[in-house]
């Protein structure tokens, strides 16, 4: 990656380095042309005025200034005749003989030399010329000048950006490797850089909420083998205790059946605690939505269900897994209501309530948070047997779909609602 951004650094600049170069020398380029044209035009005008019109035609009325001048303009008269000629190469004095007889200023390149061509008093043509070489020259000069700058900014910008880009590589892998050593050794360390203001600052955040669902996600195994030790500690207690009250003495038929009835049940239990467990620690949430008809379809025939008034209605979790949130409560009103277990659903302010009722002993005040802990059960516990991990499997499947499930303490029945949010 560090060879990368240095690359792509370096070529950046060195395109922009190329772009500034070429119109440099596109404007050098064209103002050393006009100086060039500035110095035809002035001699031009030392010529023209150095002319005068007699009876024999053009004539160079200053000598002196004549013999400046005359390296480098001719003048023609009416006629095309040369008054005036200075040495020069062949091609150059064709070349400003076919400028002769021009009505306006004409400028033309003959190799080298760059030749303007101006009417003289209206009766001739005076051509004048400089030479290119010395403006050429210049050009090369600047050239050479920008490509050395160019090439010393480049390497620059190179050795720099490789630098800069080290050390900022070297906190991101400081920081990676850290993250990995706290994931291996202690969870419970963070960054904490406070809000995201730069790369480095998001960087550590986003570290920090992976650390933190790597903790989340290890207390969570912790918590989960802990209940499960927890929960079946007591069921094989009872198998063991039935197996030996049964190989102690000789027993009666019935009673040995009764006995093995004992361990069935107790082995049903302990089945039932080891699939809830299991169920909660593979459970992925989903979010694709389904239909409250669907749920209530369902659901087990000894509850009574009141249809909604809009079955279409969408809760935002999956079939399946609304079903195992109301499993457990629906278990329940069966298990303790004395005559009937309803189950109603209602919408309200962007969420589907479930409600669940039972004609059975309720839920005590100050009971309504405590029946929801892990291998904890209510006042109502030895009316039946149980695990005590239905209603803490149903909270937790129901807050990690963005929902609830809570108890309504009641006196004249259990009353449990469970709310998610629609689809």
């Known amino acids: 990656m560090r060879r990368r951004l240095v690359l792509l650094t370096t070529a950046s600049v060195a395109v922009a380095l190329l772009v500034l170069t070429s119109g440099f020398l596109l404007v050098l380029s064209h103002g050393l042309d006009r100086d060039a044209d500035l110095v035809l035009r002035s001699r031009a005008e030392a010529v023209l005025a150095t002319l005068e019109f007699t009876g024999g035609g053009l004539v160079v009325e200053d000598l002196p200034l004549d013999e400046v001048v005359d390296t480098n303009a001719w003048v023609f008269d009416a006629s095309g005749r040369v008054v005036v000629e200075p ?27 760059r030749l ?47 630098r ?35 790369e480095l600052t998001e960087l550590a955040a986003n570290l920090d909420v992976l650390l933190d669902r790597m903790a989340a996600t290890l207390r969570h195994e912790r918590r989960l083998s802990a209940e499960i030790a927890h929960e079946l500690r007591t069921p094989l207690a009872r198998l063991r205790a039935e197996a030996e009250i049964a190989l102690l003495r000789e027993r009666p038929h019935a009673e040995l059946r009764t006995a093995l009835q004992a361990v069935v049940a107790d082995a049903g239990d302990l089945t039932r605690v080891v699939d809830t467990l299991l169920e909660f620690s593979r ?4 979010t694709a939505g389904c239909q409250v008809g669907d749920v209530l379809a369902a659901v087990d025939g000894r509850v009574r269900v009141e249809a909604p008034a809009d079955p279409a209605l969408r809760v935002g ?30 919408g309200d302010d962007g969420a589907v309530v479930f409600t669940v009722a039972d004609d059975g002993p309720g839920v005590r005040a100050g009971e309504e948070e ?9 006042s109502a516990a030895h009316l039946r047997q149980g695990s005590g991990l239905g209603l803490a499997l ?25 709310r998610l949010p629609r689809a």
């Open 164 to 198: 800069v880009v080290t050390a900022a590589l070297r906190v991101v892998a400081a920081m990676t490797q850290q993250a990995l050593e706290w994931s291996e050794r202690d969870l419970d360390h963070r960054f904490a850089l406070g809000p995201p203001h730069d």
């Open 116 to 162: 303007l061509a101006r009417p003289a008093l209206g009766r001739g043509t005076v051509v004048v010329s400089v030479s290119r070489v010395p403006y050429e020259h210049s050009e090369w000069i600047a050239l050479l000048a920008a490509l050395l700058l160019d090439a010393v900014v480049l390497l620059m910008v190179l050795v720099l950006t490789r």
């Open 394 to 418: 149903s909270r937790r499947l129901a807050r990690a779909a963005g929902g609830d499930v809570v108890a309504v303490p009641s006196t004249a029945g259990g009353l449990f609602q469970v």
């Open 370 to 378: 405590t029946i929801f802990e892990p291998a904890h059960r209510g």
């Open 317 to 346: 979790c999956e079939e399946e897994l609304v079903s195992r949130m109301l499993a457990p409560l629906l278990q329940n009103a069966v298990a303790y209501g004395r005559a009937h277990a309803t189950l109603s659903v209602t």
């Open 87 to 113: 040495h020069a190469a062949p091609e150059v004095a064709a070349a400003a003989a076919g400028l002769r007889g021009t009505k306006a200023a004409v400028f033309r390149d003959a190799g080298d030399v």
């Open 283 to 286: 459970t992925e949430i989903e």
